[in-house]
Nanobody, 126 residues
Framework: QLQLVESGGGLVQPGGSLRLSCAASGDTLEHYAVGWFRQVPGKEREGVSCISTSGGSTNYSDSAKGRFTISRDNAKNTVYLQSNSLKPEDIAIYYC???????????????????WGQGTQVTVSS
């Protein structure tokens, strides 16, 4: 069974950058489209980005577009989210999720994804 573990979160100043990692085990990630979501208390989990199985197609939310870049290294069984120009509005727990048997990105809805990591906290503060 696929397991996902996020890392790379932490505290950065406004305008700073973080690279989040999603490391998979138990199965090869090449069978999965992978998405990043984020959640703050009291709000629904929000889709941030997604990457297709081959990495040939990517999707971004309006908030992430132009600042975040998703990538994958199937040889390392890892997906990344490079997060630049971070704002206080980006504060959230960030989760990666995998959609089995989906070559291209599904809609950014939680029910489209089969496996989830435990999340990594991103904090943006002066």
């Amino acid at each position: 069974q696929l397991q996902l573990v996020e890392s790379g979160g932490g505290l950065v100043q406004p305008g700073g950058s973080l690279r989040l990692s999603c490391a998979a085990s138990g199965d090869t990630l090449e069978h999965y489209a992978v998405g990043w979501f984020r959640q703050v208390p009291g709000k629904e989990r929000e889709g941030v980005s997604c990457i297709s199985t081959s990495g040939g197609s990517t999707n971004y939310s309006d908030s992430a577009k132009g600042r975040f870049t998703i990538s994958r290294d199937n040889a390392k069984n890892t997906v990344y989210l490079q997060s630049n120009s971070l704002k206080p509005e980006d504060i959230a727990i960030y989760y990666c999720a995998a959609a089995f048997g989906t070559p291209y990105c599904p809609p950014p809805r939680t029910y489209e994804y089969d496996y989830w990591g435990q999340g990594t906290q991103v904090t943006v503060s002066s």
